[in-house]
């Protein structure tokens, strides 16, 4: 029988996606595009915090949207009808969205005539935190009646995120949701994460995650032109 | 719950070291997983018996190894592990300092493997 060797090897699992990940960031780069990954659970206001910022910066800017589903349509035709175009990425059961899946989707877009692609990602706190889809920033949202408990349950999306918005804050009044342990448990996983306290219902906070995320992209646009 | 595309990748890596090193079998896989990965050992090995069918990685035996979370603190330098139960609340042990940086835990690589 052949000798029985042990083998270093040291690679990082996911470095595939990695590296997909990065020649995504160069291609957006050429075509002076930023791209954002939006997290959340199933309910947490993805859509509708698109929907907000497609009204808030469709004026400034010229967005596309990326929908990640498990299987529907329905998050590609509410953006549809703000005029907006968007591309629909089926994952027939997958639980989360990566570089290759990304790829495919902007393949299908005309990058050239694009400022801003926002990703929505499956409505999921675990899974998509894991993968690298080739985004500048993460954001994620967190709402109200989740609870102020979910920085506990699920730290590893905390860590990785960018920016933070709290949303249905026009919850907080009936909800048992303390905010000021909530956003300690945060700073504690991730201290330099920026929290942004919005209702997407009553509008309330939408300016400032707006200026925010107008900030980052004129940041980036500014190297990229340079 | 990703566990499947996570376990594709591990095939893939493992049989182009495989081949670079002219293996006729993989044996043993060992993997290295921070604490604050939500992944779950078993679905690996039960994933990768169904995904390495007819491939010299057949019956190659997943051995995952965890690494605890530790964190430095910014302020003193100080690094403490924390489990994860505690990541709730906690503060540097040394100087009660709460902005800390993440520098294990978050571990996801192939370390080595075992091929004969």
Redesign the interface.
């Known amino acids: 029988m052949a000798d029985i060797r042990l083998i270093e090897i040291k690679e990082d699992i996911l470095s595939d996606n990695k590296d997909l990940a990065d020649q995504i960031r160069n291609t957006l780069f050429a075509h002076k595009v930023f791209m954002l990954n939006l997290m959340a659970s199933p309910g947490g206001g993805k859509t509708s915090l698109i929907v907000n910022t497609i009204r808030n910066m469709k004026d400034s800017f010229r967005i596309g949207v990326i929908e990640g589903d498990i299987d529907s349509v329905v998050d590609a035709e509410k953006v549809v009808q703000e005029g907006i175009p968007a591309v629909q990425l089926k994952t027939g059961g997958f639980c989360h969205l990566d570089a290759t899946m990304i790829k495919m989707a902007l393949d299908e877009m005309d990058l050239k005539n694009l400022d801003l692609v926002v990703i929505e990602n499956i409505g999921n706190l675990v899974c998509p935190a894991e993968f690298d889809t080739g985004a500048h920033k993460k954001a994620m949202i967190l709402s109200v009646p989740e609870g102020d408990d979910k920085p506990l349950k699920y730290p590893l999306i905390f860590t990785v995120c960018d920016v933070l918005i709290v949303n249905k804050i026009d919850y907080l009044g009936i909800a048992d949701f303390d905010m000021d342990a909530f956003k300690k448990r945060v700073y504690k996983l991730n201290p330099s994460i920026k929290i942004i306290d919005v209702s997407c219902k009553t509008g309330e906070g939408i300016e400032k995650w707006t200026r925010w995320l107008a900030d980052e992209i004129n940041a980036y646009l500014h190297t990229a032109a340079s | 719950?990703?566990e499947l595309?996570?376990t594709e990748?591990?095939l893939?890596?493992?049989l182009k070291?495989?081949q670079t090193?002219r293996?006729?079998k993989v044996?043993a896989i060992n993997?290295k997983i921070g604490e604050?990965?939500?992944l779950v050992s078993e679905c690996i090995q039960h994933y990768f018996d169904y995904l390495s069918k007819g491939t010299i990685a057949e019956g190659a035996v997943i051995d995952v190894e965890r690494s605890p979370i530790i964190f430095q603190c910014?302020d003193c330098e100080h690094s403490f592990e924390v489990s994860?139960k505690d990541?709730?609340?906690?503060a540097c042990p040394r100087c009660g300092g709460?902005?800390?940086s993440?520098i294990s835990g978050?571990e996801?690589?192939?370390?080595?493997?075992?091929?004969?």
């Open positions: 719950m990703h595309s996570v990748s591990i893939t890596i493992v070291h495989a090193n293996a006729e044996l993997l604050l990965s939500e910014n994860l990541t709730r609340d906690f709460v902005k800390v993440l978050r996801f690589y192939i370390k080595d493997i075992t091929i004969s």
